[in-house]
C-alpha cells in the first residue's frame, strides 16, 4: 500500500489546502480496515472536487484511487458491483464498452463514486434522483473496523441514513449499482428569454427528460438545455465537437473569464454576447456521458441549494432580481437544475422534488460577499446545501429544522463512529460536537 507521509492536500477548487501526516492509498479491503484500526482519526478523500473542507484531517487521509475495479456485471439485473474508489469517467468508459451506463450524471465525471454518493452528487431531471440512489447495497468499515452490508430491504434506515453520509459513517468499501442499458441523448440547446421560460418552467421541466438552465446574468436570454433519452443514432460532428466544445468552451470562455476577473465590468458585456451566441438552436443526438458531461470549467467558486420545486417560479424571479439588483458582475455562468425527491435522510431533496440554483463565480474579489448574500437568500426560501459546495453562515440550528430527520442521522453515527473517528472541522461544525 503506498503511503505519503506530511502530504499536502489541495482540493480542486485551490481554495482548500491541507498538511496531513499519512495519506493512504489502500488496494485491499483488508488494507482498508487495518488503517481504520489503527488511526484515532480518519477522513476519506475522493478526487477532492468538493469546495467545501468536506474531507480534510489532519492524522490520516484515505484515498481509494488504487481501490477501484469494477467487481461484477450482471447484464440480466442490469446492476453492477465496484470497488468504491472508481471514477465516475472510468464507469461511463467501461460500461459503454459493454453496453451499459449509469442512470444519470452532473456536469463532470472526475469525482469517485463514493464521494458523489457521500455529498449528494446530482444531475438532472424532474424524474431522476440523486446519483446515490442507484446504490442497491454497499459494505461499509466502520470506526472499529468492522464491516457491515448494507442493504436497502434489510436495514433501510441505516440504508438511507447512509447514502448522503458526508463520509462520517464510515469507509463505503464495495457499491452495488443499478446501471441501464446504454443510450444516447437528444440535445436541443438554445437560448430563449429568461421571463418565459420562467413563467412556463413547468412545461420545459416536466416534459423534458433532462432539463437545466445556465444563465449568464445579466442577459435577458437564458441558455436552455433539453435532453430527451433516446436510441437514435449518433450524428454529432467532431468538428463541432472541437471548435464549441474545446475552441470556444474551453480556450475562448477562460480567456474571457480571465479578462473579466482584471476589468470586472467586461463580464455583462461578455455574458450577453455569449449568450447571444445561443441564439441559434443546437440539434444533436449523442452517447448520453458525452452530452450529460460539459467541458471541464476554469478553476472556480460555487455554492449550490436546492429549493422545493414547488415554489420554483418565485424563487427563480426573485434570484434573478437579488443577482442583477446586486451591483455585482457574475463572470462565470449560473446553474438552474431539478431533481426528483427521495427518501435519504442527508439529501437537499429529501421528500421534495428539487430546483437547484448554483452561484458560481471565477477568482471574484467580491466571492466572500456575494456567498452570504445567496446563503441568506436560499435560506429565506427554505434551501438546503450541497454538501460539496461552499456555506459558511449557515449554522446546525439552520440545517437541524432543515432536515427532518437530523437527529435520527446523529444517533446513526452514534452507533457507527461513537468517538467521532470519522468526523473534522466540518463534521464538528455542522453537527456542533
Ligand atoms: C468542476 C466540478 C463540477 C462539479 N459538478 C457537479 C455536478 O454536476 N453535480 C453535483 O452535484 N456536484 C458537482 N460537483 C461537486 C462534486 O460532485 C462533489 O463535491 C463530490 O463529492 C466530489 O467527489 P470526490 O470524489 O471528489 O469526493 P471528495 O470531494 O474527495 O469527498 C467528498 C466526500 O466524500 C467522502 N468520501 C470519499 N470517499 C469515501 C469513501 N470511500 N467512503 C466514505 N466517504 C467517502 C469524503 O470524506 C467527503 O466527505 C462538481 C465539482 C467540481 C469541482
Redesign the pocket.
Given at each position: 500500500m503506498q503511503v505519503k507521509k506530511g502530504y499536502t492536500f489541495v482540493n480542486?477548487?485551490g481554495n482548500i489546502r491541507h498538511e496531513v501526516k499519512n495519506y493512504f492509498q489502500p488496494e485491499t479491503v483488508e488494507e482498508i480496515v487495518d488503517i481504520v484500526r489503527q488511526h484515532q482519526h480518519i477522513?476519506?478523500?475522493?478526487?477532492?472536487?468538493?469546495w467545501s473542507d468536506?474531507?480534510v484531517d489532519d492524522e490520516a487521509m484515505v484515498n481509494?484511487d488504487k481501490f477501484n475495479k469494477i467487481l461484477e456485471i450482471d447484464h440480466e439485473r442490469l446492476q453492477i458491483k465496484v470497488q468504491?474508489?472508481i471514477k465516475l469517467w472510468e464507469l461511463n468508459e467501461q460500461l459503454d464498452k459493454v453496453g451499459l451506463a449509469l442512470l444519470n450524471l452532473?456536469?463532470?465525471a472526475r469525482?469517485?463514486i463514493?464521494?458523489?454518493i457521500?455529498?449528494g452528487?446530482?444531475?438532472s431531471g424532474i424524474d431522476y434522483q440523486i446519483i446515490g440512489s442507484a446504490v442497491i447495497s454497499f459494505t461499509l468499515v466502520d470506526a472499529n473496523g468492522d464491516i457491515h452490508l448494507i442493504d436497502k430491504e434489510q436495514k433501510p434506515d441505516i440504508f438511507h441514513a447512509a447514502i448522503v453520509?458526508?463520509?462520517c459513517l464510515g469507509?463505503?468499501a464495495e457499491i452495488t449499482l443499478k446501471v441501464t442499458k446504454a443510450f444516447n441523448l437528444k440535445d436541443h440547446t438554445v437560448a430563449l428569454p429568461m421571463d418565459d421560460v420562467i413563467d412556463n418552467l413547468d412545461d420545459f421541466v416536466q416534459n423534458t427528460d433532462h432539463f437545466k438552465m445556465w444563465w449568464l446574468a445579466p442577459a435577458k436570454d437564458i441558455i436552455t438545455y433539453r435532453y430527451q433519452r433516446t436510441q437514435e443514432p449518433t450524428n454529432d460532428s467532431a468538428l463541432r465537437q472541437w471548435f464549441k466544445d474545446v475552441f470556444l468552451s474551453v480556450t475562448i470562455y477562460r480567456f474571457l473569464v480571465w479578462v473579466a476577473k482584471w476589468i470586472p465590468g467586461l463580464a455583462d458585456f461578455f455574458n450577453t454576447i455569449l449568450t447571444s451566441s445561443y441564439k441559434k438552436a443546437l440539434h444533436r443526438v449523442e452517447k448520453s456521458f458525452k452530452v450529460f458531461n460539459v467541458p471541464e470549467?476554469p478553476l472556480h467558486r460555487e455554492t449550490e441549494w436546492a429549493f422545493d420545486f414547488k415554489n420554483a417560479t418565485t424563487i427563480l424571479k426573485e434570484y434573478s432580481k437579488l443577482l442583477k439588483e446586486s451591483g455585482f458582475h457574475y463572470n462565470f455562468i449560473q446553474e438552474i437544475r431539478f431533481t426528483k425527491g427521495d427518501d435519504f435522510w442527508l439529501s437537499p431533496c429529501y421528500h421534495r422534488d428539487a430546483i437547484w440554483i448554483g452561484v458560481y463565480c471565477y477568482e471574484h474579489e467580491h466571492w466572500d460577499k456575494v456567498l452570504p448574500m445567496f446563503e441568506a437568500f436560499a435560506r429565506k426560501h427554505q434551501g438546503r446545501p450541497?454538501w460539496?459546495?461552499e456555506f459558511i453562515t449557515t449554522d446546525r440550528d439552520y440545517l437541524q429544522q432543515a432536515y427532518e430527520k437530523w437527529d435520527d442521522f446523529i444517533q446513526i453515527k452514534q452507533s457507527f463512529d461513537p468517538n467521532g473517528k470519522f468526523s473534522n472541522a466540518f463534521i464538528n461544525r455542522i453537527f456542533s460536537c
Open positions: 480542486w477548487a477522513r476519506m478523500v475522493g478526487t477532492g472536487h468538493s468536506i474531507c481509494l468504491a474508489g452532473g456536469s463532470i469525482q469517485s463514493a464521494g458523489a457521500s455529498t452528487t446530482h444531475g453520509n458526508l463520509g469507509v463505503l470549467p450541497h460539496g459546495k
